[in-house]
């Protein structure tokens, strides 16, 4: 079992930065991969990007490549997801998630955080 907690969210104006947190406890942190979804208001969860175990790291789409990465940090049990230059329609709740192999698909994510809420004014 794992246990993920994800923080950091807040409001941020357009062209801000954040940096979202997602610590992890209860089994081995270094034999997961970690993914990051966002759920738009009214919309799917969507994937975002995900570290893997390897140091692959992938991201979905020009959407997000380039202003988003993913360092993990196994030492402390948490992987990030540092945000720049954020736009508005990137106000989502954000979700951390773990899989023994991370794909982009949700259906490979065995654990889940409860989200942490972006907003982004225009």
């Known amino acids: 079992q794992v246990q993920l907690v994800e923080s950091g969210g807040g409001l941020v104006q357009a062209g801000g930065s954040l940096r979202l947190s997602c610590a992890a406890s209860g089994r081995t942190f270094s034999s997961y991969d970690m993914g990051w979804f966002r759920q738009a208001p009214g919309k799917g969860r969507e994937f975002v990007a995900a570290?893997?175990?390897?140091?692959?790291?992938?991201y979905d789409g020009d959407s997000v490549k380039g202003r988003f990465t993913i360092p993990r940090d196994n030492a402390k049990n948490t992987v990030y997801l540092q945000i720049n230059s954020l736009k508005p329609e990137d106000t989502a709740v954000y979700y951390c998630?773990?899989?023994?192999?991370?794909?982009?698909?949700?259906?490979?994510?065995?654990?889940w955080g409860q989200g942490t809420k972006v907003t982004v004014s225009s």
């Open positions: 570290a893997r175990r390897s140091g692959c790291i992938t």
């Open positions: 998630a773990a899989a023994v192999r991370a794909t982009m698909s949700r259906a490979q994510y065995d654990y």
